[in-house]
């Protein structure tokens, strides 16, 4: 079963505008990770945030983890025609060496 | 290269036949992961190689699925008497450390079509 389920399963926004995009886990965590995905292949690595942060950057990126909740959100500012593909958020178990645990995704399109 | 290479990029089989996905992860890079992606999904974690460790293999859907790690390095993931729902993307990843509290570096991953 999915770990994270990211909220909504797909988002379409005006260019310049922000996006939000939301992960909900169910098991504690080390840490929680947020992944890109262009057409269907590669995944690239946006951002990582421990379980004892609360709030991280990086550039037009912010991203927030409340482990009362076991909930995280991406937002991205200001955003591009670029940003268009799907984001995804995997977390590290809390429970020894494991594998990430991914949910199934936000597509997001980006209007120009 | 500097990143995670796989081959084929696709690959298109008969079901019943064998396939073999390889990977060749990061230089340096002591875990090795496999994850499949049906169509509009998310990833399905497969099984992952820490450095002389056994493999975590938890996640192999069947008997018919299995990989292997040579010299700690390139992995080839084996598919037997292939089924059509064996059809996704197959994604291979590595990541430096000896926890998965690292970053993983994705490859491109094989898109695999059972006929």
């Known amino acids: 079963s999915q770990q994270g389920e990211e909220d909504p399963q797909a988002l379409s926004i005006q260019e310049g505008e922000n996006a939000t995009m939301n992960c909900s886990y169910k098991?504690?965590?080390?840490?929680l990770q947020w992944y890109r995905q262009n057409s269907g292949r590669g995944l690239v690595h946006l951002i990582l945030i421990r379980s004892n942060e609360r709030e991280k950057h990086s550039g037009r990126l912010r991203v927030t983890l409340d482990t009362s909740k076991k909930s995280s959100s991406l937002l991205i500012t200001a955003s591009r025609a670029a940003d268009t593909a799907s984001y995804f958020c995997?977390?590290?178990?809390?429970?020894?060496?494991?594998?990430?645990?991914f949910g199934k995704g936000t597509r997001l399109s980006v209007i120009a | 290269g500097a990143g995670v290479s796989q081959s084929p990029s696709n690959k298109v089989t008969e079901k019943g036949k064998d396939v073999e996905l390889r990977c060749d992860p990061i230089s340096g890079h002591t875990a090795l992961y496999w994850y499949r992606q049906s169509l509009g999904q998310g990833l399905e974690f497969l099984i992952y190689f820490q450095g002389n460790s056994a493999p975590d293999k938890s996640g192999l859907p069947s008997d018919r699925f299995s990989a292997e790690r040579t010299g700690g390095s390139v992995s080839t993931l084996t598919i037997q008497r292939t089924q059509q729902e064996d059809s996704a993307v197959y994604l291979c990843a590595s990541s430096l450390a000896d926890r998965v509290a690292y970053e993983q570096y994705f490859g491109p991953g094989t898109r695999l079509t059972v006929t």
């Open positions: 098991t504690s965590i080390n840490n």
């Open positions: 995997a977390t590290d178990l809390n429970s020894g060496n494991t594998p990430l645990v």
